[in-house]
């Protein structure tokens, strides 16, 4: 596999004002705040943390969907890098055909006054990749692709319900072809019996189209059904990546630790043990010292954890983290012997 | 037997009226509670779980009507059932059970305070509505209620604005509130849906150990089975206004007697299945709409094991396949 998309110490600062009248010193949010990491080629990498850690920014500010303060986004496309976070404002327009976004609610992100099919074609309209026959063929393509049913092309959006809806955005997302997708919370606001149909449709569309996808989420489960690798975030910063496996059964940082914990078991039987921490997420114009982590953290004890801020490193093959006890510690991950038990209702159903 | 209940809910239906004419929402639920334990009741969105649990108190707004059934309500003191179903929704009557005996928990911990008053001052009304305590002595409580929630700080957490809080400390305060008289039965529906893990895990800790402490009963709504599996003893599952399965938490996770709930087991990403990288078996279809509810068993055109003629031919109803697991499906009705 060959590395398609490398993030180099990309910050997002967000003016806040000064910090008082009379200060020149002027205050930002850092909502990312120099985070690094590679994405492979065909590969899914999620990004979970707590609401606000900066996901979202994240995902946005690599697709300069907002202007990032820093930082460089290498994608590389065929023979050549190219620097996204340089681009003029018409260079980008011609790299956003190959990296697209996929929002969380599929109420909001669709114009209600433009047609299904109206929808889907208009990157290709304004692009000027397709126009008549060759432009409808494209569009029916993609929606049977995508699971569409093809007669309700000309329908408008509120005729279709949440997981429709969710099709026709990624049915968008894919006209044109792009080789990286940002899927922002794609199932959180669907119904359960839902989420599986829309999880499975990306699982097979990225098998298809050789798609990268770049998956945030908050759902825990979810993020481990659809990465390969996931990325922990908080308070703008990575804590820790690794293989699905390695963070969600042997994780190196304390808070993956609690995040992990957290999970609600698949068997009743077994008892949850959760990791609680201390205190409450900081606020992030103000963020703690040192290892931002520390006031929470259950294994601070030194003075470096309040004065240095942690370096992400690999401690080992492709388990990367950012805590200065990362050698030292030995820490739970999520509940291993969670077996799906085989319903014995199954045949009958 | 005496007194083994605390609610028993009898076919209640609740129906929707959209301009002269009324759609069932709700199409005959059965329901009944054992005094101190806890209820999880479990659906996706639209399958009228909170409109369930709001008709409980009576919350219903204008256009919901209950048309049929009974809510019978024993208290704690086991004397006479009260029909809270005819009680008047704005009358004394239930004005007195709702926060004193029986108090609820609402999703949206940002929308479920008033941002003009003080956390301690929205809390200790309900105190003096209920209980007969002098000022002082309503913010003492106040203030202990709030300490044994876990947050840092009360005295002084008590005259802030709800402002001040994050979403997990006013979800706290909310279970706060909702303890203040020791309500025999607390209605949580989705507290947990709007928070992170780790504050869900800490919320739902809580819940268990205020349950234990105060004996209180809860009926727990989400959508999610693995949050109602780690809280609930005994699992209700709804689907398009009906209750089709309803048994012990252990059951209903092990052995799943209904299609829907089979299905659903299936359909959640689980760490297990990780483990196995088995794929997810989506349920088919989606939820049909309200004014297109499918004949007989709402849920025979998702159904993998639909029978013609008999599915889509009248409702099944609910009944035992073994001790205290119920089912409501001709599968298992011959």
Redesign the interface.
């Given at each position: 596999m060959s590395t398609l998309i490398e993030v180099q110490d990309l910050k997002m600062y967000f003016p806040l004002g000064r910090a008082n009248l009379f200060s020149r010193h002027k205050v930002f949010l850092r909502a990312v705040d120099g985070v690094s990491f590679k994405l492979q080629k065909g590969e899914t990498l999620g990004l979970v943390g707590e609401s606000g850690s900066g996901k979202t920014t994240l995902g946005r500010a690599i697709l300069r969907l907002i202007e990032p303060t820093g930082g460089r986004i290498l994608f590389k496309n065929g023979n050549g890098v190219t620097d996204f976070a340089t681009l003029n404002r018409s260079q980008l327009r011609r790299q956003w055909r190959h990296m697209q976004m996929i929002f969380q609610d599929p109420y909001a992100s669709l114009n209600p006054r433009m047609t299904v099919k109206e929808i889907i074609g208009e990157s290709l309209v304004a692009n000027r990749l397709a126009s008549g026959g060759q432009m409808d063929e494209r569009i029916l393509d993609i929606a049977r692709l995508c699971g569409l049913n093809i007669r309700q092309l000309s329908r408008y959006p509120h005729a279709f319900s949440g997981g429709q809806r969710q099709r026709i955005a990624i049915a968008r997302a894919l006209v044109m072809h792009p080789q990286f997708i940002v899927c922002d919370e794609p199932v959180s606001a669907l119904d359960v019996s839902i989420q599986a149909q829309i999880l499975n449709l990306l699982k097979d569309l990225q098998q298809e189209l050789d798609l990268t996808y770049l998956f945030i989420a908050h759902d825990l489960s979810a993020v481990a059904y659809a990465c390969d690798r996931v990325a922990v975030m908080y308070l703008g910063r990575l804590v820790e990546m690794a293989t699905t496996k390695a963070l969600y059964y042997t994780p190196r940082h304390p808070y993956t630790e609690a995040l992990m914990s957290a999970i609600p078991p698949d068997d009743p039987e077994l008892p949850m043990q959760p990791v609680f921490l201390e205190g409450e997420q900081p606020n992030p114009a103000h963020p703690p010292s040192g290892c931002t982590f520390h006031p929470r953290c259950r294994y601070a004890d030194t003075e470096r954890c309040v004065t240095e801020v942690p370096r992400f490193r690999e401690v080992s093959t492709g388990h990367l983290i950012s805590c200065h006890h990362a050698e030292s510690l030995t820490l739970t991950g999520a509940l291993e012997h969670q077996i799906p038990v085989e319903p014995e209702g199954a045949e009958n159903a | 037997m005496t007194q083994r209940y605390l609610l028993r809910v009898k076919n209640l239906k609740i129906a929707l009226r959209v301009d002269k004419n009324f759609i069932p929402i709700v199409g005959g639920v059965d329901l009944s509670l054992e005094s101190g334990k806890v209820l999880g009741l479990v659906g996706?969105?639209g399958c009228g779980k909170s409109v369930t649990a709001l008709s409980l108190l009576r919350l219903l707004s204008k256009e919901l009507k209950i048309e049929d059934g009974k809510i019978l309500f024993y208290g704690q003191n086991g004397d006479d059932a009260v029909d809270i179903a005819r009680l008047k929704p704005k009358g004394k009557d239930i004005q007195k059970i709702r926060g004193g005996t029986i108090s609820m928990i609402f999703q949206e911990p940002m929308s479920s305070f008033s941002p003009l008053h003080t956390i301690g001052y929205q809390i200790k009304e309900v105190i003096q509505l209920h209980l007969n305590v002098s000022k002082e002595k309503a913010r003492e409580m106040t203030i202990e209620l709030l300490e044994r929630v876990g947050i840092?700080d009360a005295t002084h957490a008590v005259d802030r604005y709800p402002g001040a809080f994050?979403?997990?400390?006013r979800q706290r305060a909310m279970i706060a509130k909702a303890l203040s008289c020791t309500p025999s039965l607390l209605i949580a529906d989705e507290p947990t849906t709007a928070l992170?893990?780790?504050i869900?895990?800490?919320i739902?800790?809580l819940m268990r150990d205020m349950q234990q402490e105060f004996g209180t009963s809860i009926i727990f709504i989400s959508?999610?089975?693995?949050?109602v599996?780690?809280v609930a003893d005994e699992v209700a599952i709804m689907y398009m206004g009906y209750i089709v399965e309803q048994g012990p938490?252990?059951e209903i996770?092990?052995?799943?007697?209904?299609?829907y709930?089979?299905?659903?087991?299936?359909?959640?990403?689980?760490?297990?299945?990780?483990?196995?990288r088995?794929?997810?078996?989506?349920?088919k279809g989606?939820?049909p709409g309200l004014f297109s509810r499918p004949s007989g068993c709402a849920f025979h055109p998702r159904?993998?094991?639909f029978m013609s003629g008999i599915c889509d031919g009248a409702f099944p109803e609910l009944k035992e396949v073994s001790e205290n697991h119920c089912v409501a499906c001709y599968?298992y009705t011959q």
């Open positions: - | 996706e969105s840092g994050s979403g997990g400390m992170d893990v780790t869900q895990a800490q739902l800790k959508h999610d089975l693995g949050v599996g780690q938490t252990k996770f092990k052995i799943p007697k209904h299609p709930t089979v299905n659903l087991l299936a359909a959640i990403p689980r760490l297990g299945n990780l483990q196995a088995k794929r997810l078996e989506p349920i989606t939820v159904c993998n094991s599968l």
